[in-house]
């Protein structure tokens, strides 16, 4: 199962970079994964903030 896909580009150099973060082993809690999904969602928004 696919919880988070990450990219990221710096405009400067033109390299990207990705990871896609999964529970394939059943490791996390489904409490630590909606803690990582709104923790990923919080810096999303402070990214397009930052973009402006």
């Given at each position: 199962m696919?919880?988070?896909n990450v990219?990221?580009?710096d405009k400067t150099t033109g390299k990207s970079?990705?990871?896609t973060i999964t529970n394939?082993?059943?490791c996390l809690s489904?409490?630590?994964i909606?803690?990582?999904v709104n923790k990923a969602e919080k810096y999303k928004a402070e990214?397009?903030?930052a973009r402006v």
């Open positions: 696919v919880i988070l990219s990221a580009s970079n990705h990871i394939d082993k059943g489904k409490e630590e909606e803690c990582i990214d397009e903030v």
